[in-house]
């Protein structure tokens, strides 16, 4: 699944990609942040950085400032705006706050 277009509810366009293992090579590219890279998320969904291979649920992590890093993980939206900020959504959120174009 590639990005799509999305609109919220305050009328800002976005485009949106949905992580799963299937589109992992896309989101690669879809997320042009310096330092985004890719995790395993363990079974309370945190990032796992030190034991690669124990899970099947993937996860990245988006460097946004020197502070902060998102978590997306797999299932949650990555929401891309034109002016280069990206947020992540749970689904159930996304969907409930956001209307596909």
Known sequence: ???QTY????????EALELQW????????FVTVDGFRG????????PIE??????ELIGALIPVSKEV?????????IVRYDDGT???YDPTVFL???ELV
């Open 96 to 98: 409930a706050e956001y």
């Open 69 to 77: 890093t998102l978590v997306a993980r797999q299932g949650d939206y």
């Open 39 to 46: 995790t395993y998320i363990d079974g309370d969904g945190f």
């Open 50 to 55: 030190d034991e690669l291979g124990v899970t």
């Open 7 to 14: 609109r919220n509810k305050s009328g800002d366009l976005c």
């Open 1 to 3: 699944m590639t990005a």
């Open 86 to 88: 990206y947020l992540v």
């Open 22 to 29: 299937e589109n992992w090579d896309y989101a690669c590219d």
